[in-house]
């Protein structure tokens, strides 16, 4: 069954470990119903007119709106992304921070899920550099709590409206290890490129040892069933060096830095 951990200020809430306790979560209290649950269930035949999708449409609008009116000056972002559950002393927090304090060093604005873990890295490397460090925060079932190194910081009800923000806003993307919402923004970048919905712009994996099983798939199954072609396989960069990472994105992207 999972725990609940109860402070003064908040409530704790150690996610489910198999798909029976979320079922059984679902009939709590604490675990909130979202608007992205509300939007993508069937409709039931007792829902009133203003209730609907058609006017829940409002909504959406109105969070589209507030995200262009935020992030509308920010020309030279770069997304980090990768696992809310890294911790603190894990290598690929402190490869991420670094990662995040040469980009935002170099002239780049720094853009990530606002949460913890690898995101939370990232920003404080930002907030280190004394430079942007936006976050596009997002509800949850469960509370996430943003992370304190936000010198701008978004709450969004919508995946798809965050998931556009990254995509607007960045001209490169950071991938670090992480778990089905991490492979969600690599692949995605990956299919609006490959189909040309955006420009080409760099797709940085970081952790060559982590990604290795999955490259070796891609290039063995993927590109030897021709569900991919050659040339797909290098809209992806692989590292192990910040400095590395953040000097690909300087020489490739299209972005210019400090007046170059």
Not at 19 to 46: C, G
Not at 59 to 64: H, T
Not at 84 to 97: G, L
Request: proline share 4%; aromatic share 12%.
């Amino acid at each position: 069954m999972a725990k609940i951990t109860k402070t003064k200020k908040t409530t704790k809430i150690i996610e489910p470990a198999t798909i029976a306790e979320a079922k059984e979560l679902e009939e709590k209290p604490y675990w909130q119903t979202t608007e992205d649950e509300v939007l993508l269930r069937s409709p039931e035949m007792e829902d009133e007119f203003k209730t609907s999708d058609s006017w829940r449409v409002f909504r959406i609008l109105g969070e589209f709106v507030g995200g262009f009116d935020s992030l509308g000056t920010v020309t030279r972002g770069v997304s980090v992304f990768g696992s809310a559950r890294t911790k603190e002393d894990d290598p690929n927090y402190i490869a991420a921070r670094e990662t995040g304090k040469l980009l935002a060093e170099a002239g780049f604005e720094v853009i990530t899920g606002g949460g913890p873990g690898i995101m939370e890295a990232a920003n404080r490397g930002a907030f280190d550099a004394k430079k942007t460090s936006i976050g596009c925060n997002i509800e949850l079932p469960f509370e996430q709590i943003p992370n304190p190194y936000q010198t701008k910081s978004l709450t969004f009800k919508y995946f798809f409206v965050r998931k556009t923000m990254f995509i607007k806003y960045s001209n490169a993307y950071i991938i670090f290890p992480g778990g089905f919402g991490t492979m969600d923004e690599m692949f995605e970048a990956l299919t609006l490129i490959q189909t040309r919905k955006i420009r080409n712009f760099p797709v940085v994996l970081f952790n060559s040892q982590y990604w290795r099983g999955l490259l070796q798939w891609i290039t063995s199954t993927m590109l030897n069933e021709k569900m991919i072609n050659s040339v797909d396989l290098g809209l992806m960069h692989l590292t192990d060096s910040p400095r590395d990472a953040v000097d690909f994105i300087i020489k490739t992207s299209a972005v210019e830095l400090n007046g170059k």
